[in-house]
């Protein structure tokens, strides 16, 4: 059977960064990602990232992807890293550690992990609403892929559900495209992603519905249409329904974290609202209660690319330190720094969900 | 209530004035005009004063700072306005043109480019037309498709106008 010191499920951002370290400290890594192209949703990122010049903030997310591969590309040549595309990780065994895994859909084979770094990434929710099954409902990572990977115009006039930074940032990513926005709906009575990135679609006159909700899609065969209503503040229907004219509808509700393996692992699971579903309890250096695994990014509790690579790093870095004891220095030295990325990230108002719901899951070490 | 909603909505409005204005009696003499930027939420971003050639935007303390600025140093360069990844930051040069004229560099990511000399359609924050101003020159000062668009507006709309659009 395969084996390898360190399995990195998931090859986005937090895993991308993961191999990378883990790599840096002369463990041999595997890393297996289901999608055909690395880079997870990194490389449908044509904005700016925020943040500081660390997390390259002002550089589009897939040019930071871009930066990512050269590195892995680096790992790849020297033999210390071995790159899995196209494969899915379908289940962990916890009686003998084994994974296993399928590539495309022929190949079915076993490999044994001494370490894994799980960085499985999330899931869109979906709402409930009528017709909500008719073609040309998408999520916002279907539409982003379709446009930006594949370079496949969506639709003519697309209305958005969901005013998050996804939501958002995903309506100005169409315009670019040539693609028209109806309009942004948004149940709460705010938007919930950051408020610049609302005054770029605002100033090109997207209107934003605060305090509504999509009630049916319209249309037989394809879109013709939505039905728009006012909530109030305890999101009963209120005023008149809205019809908008479009011939998409674009759902960027939000994410829940992808955790069935960390579930099969035995990992110790906790529901958590802020994080976005259930996650894994887990110490400063993103290790779970399963000695052998760590986990990063999305699968850790929904929050950004940025804030996914800095836990990437550590996840990686503290599997291979446990491999190796030379680099239990290197870990000490480089976690410090990257704790206090973290920590920046996590400031301010917008940050506050987040370290509200992290304060319910971290533990200072698992003793 | 109406303009928290809007504010709310992504729409600065004048009772919520977080936009830093540029003390005007310098304003009215600085030649290549003066920043203003429109950040008014705590964010962990600072590749604003990372893009600032001369220190006018002020160093962070703690990065979610809005961003503070020295305007003796700025020189209208526009740098920060096509770093900026929220597109908030303007440049308004009150000196150019002629009395009731002045130009303002715009952040600009859409096709089609305008070029020099085309008359465009100059937005509000609400996205309506409120003008039809003339480009004075297209920069790329990061060579990574964000434009700075220079176009001239009548001086009173300074305050108003927020992007172009070709039309």
């Known amino acids: 059977m395969k084996t390898t010191e360190i399995l990195v499920v998931g090859g986005g951002p937090a895993g991308l960064s993961a191999a990378i370290e883990a790599a840096s400290l002369g463990c041999d890594v595997t890393l297996m990602d289901s999608d055909l192209k690395l880079g997870g949703q990194l490389i449908k990122q044509t904005h700016k990232f925020f943040g500081s010049r660390e997390e390259f903030a002002g550089t589009r997310g897939f040019e930071i992807g871009n930066l990512l591969f050269d590195e892995v590309e680096k790992y790849k040549k020297e033999g210390k890293l071995e790159i899995f595309s196209n494969t899915t990780v379908t289940g962990y065994y916890k009686e003998d550690g084994i994974v296993s895994y399928t590539i495309g859909e022929e190949t079915y084979d076993l490999i044994k992990p001494r370490r894994i770094v799980m960085a499985t990434g999330a899931q869109e929710k979906r709402i409930a609403f009528r017709n909500n099954d008719l073609p040309g409902v998408y999520g916002a990572g279907a539409v982003q892929t379709l446009m930006n990977v594949y370079g496949v115009a969506p639709g003519e006039k697309v209305l958005m559900i969901g005013a998050g930074n996804i939501g958002l940032i995903v309506s100005y990513q169409l315009m670019q495209a040539g693609v028209k926005v109806a309009g942004v709906v948004e149940a709460m009575p705010r938007i919930g992603g950051y408020w610049v990135h609302a005054a770029k679609i605002r100033r090109l006159g997207v209107p934003v519905y605060l305090q509504h909700t999509i009630t049916e899609a319209l249309g037989d065969k394809v879109i013709e249409g939505a039905v728009i209503q006012e909530i109030d503040n305890t999101f009963n229907l209120v005023g008149e329904p809205i019809k908008v004219d479009c011939d998409t509808i674009c759902m960027a509700i939000g994410l829940t974290p992808t955790c069935e393996l960390l579930w099969s692992a035995g990992c110790e699971m906790k529901f958590v609202p802020q994080l976005c579903g259930y996650v894994a309890r887990r110490d400063a250096m993103m290790r779970t209660s399963h000695p052998d695994i760590w986990v990063a990014g999305d699968a850790a509790g929904i929050e950004e690319a940025s804030a996914a690579m800095v836990e990437g790093r550590i996840a990686g870095l503290a599997a291979a330190a446990s491999l190796k004891p030379e680099g239990c220095q290197m870990l000490k030295d480089k976690s410090a720094e990257y704790l206090k990325r973290l920590e920046n990230l996590r400031a301010g108002e917008t940050g506050a969900k987040i370290r509200c719901g992290l304060e319910q899951v971290c533990c200072e070490c698992w003793g | ?167």
């Open chain 2, 1 to 167: 209530m109406m303009n928290e909603k809007l504010f709310n909505s992504g729409i600065l409005t004048e009772e919520r004035q977080k936009a830093v204005i540029p003390p005007l009696d310098l304003w009215e003499k600085k030649k290549n005009g003066l920043v203003v930027i429109e950040c008014p939420q705590q964010i962990p971003c600072n590749p604003c004063h990372d893009s600032c050639p001369t220190g006018a935007i002020m160093a962070f303390e703690n990065i979610i700072d809005i961003p503070r600025i020295d305007y003796e140093k700025c020189t209208g360069c526009g740098r920060c306005v096509a770093r900026c990844p929220g597109l908030a930051c303007f440049v308004v040069d009150l000196t150019w043109g002629e009395e009731d004229e002045a130009l303002m560099k715009l952040p600009h990511e859409m096709l089609p480019l305008p070029q020099a000399g085309d008359e465009v359609a100059c937005l509000n924050r609400m996205g309506e037309e409120v003008h039809r101003g003339k480009v004075i020159n297209v920069t790329e000062p990061w060579k990574d498709c964000t434009r700075v668009v220079h176009v001239s507006v009548p001086k009173d709309m300074v305050m108003t106008i927020r992007a172009i659009k070709v039309v």
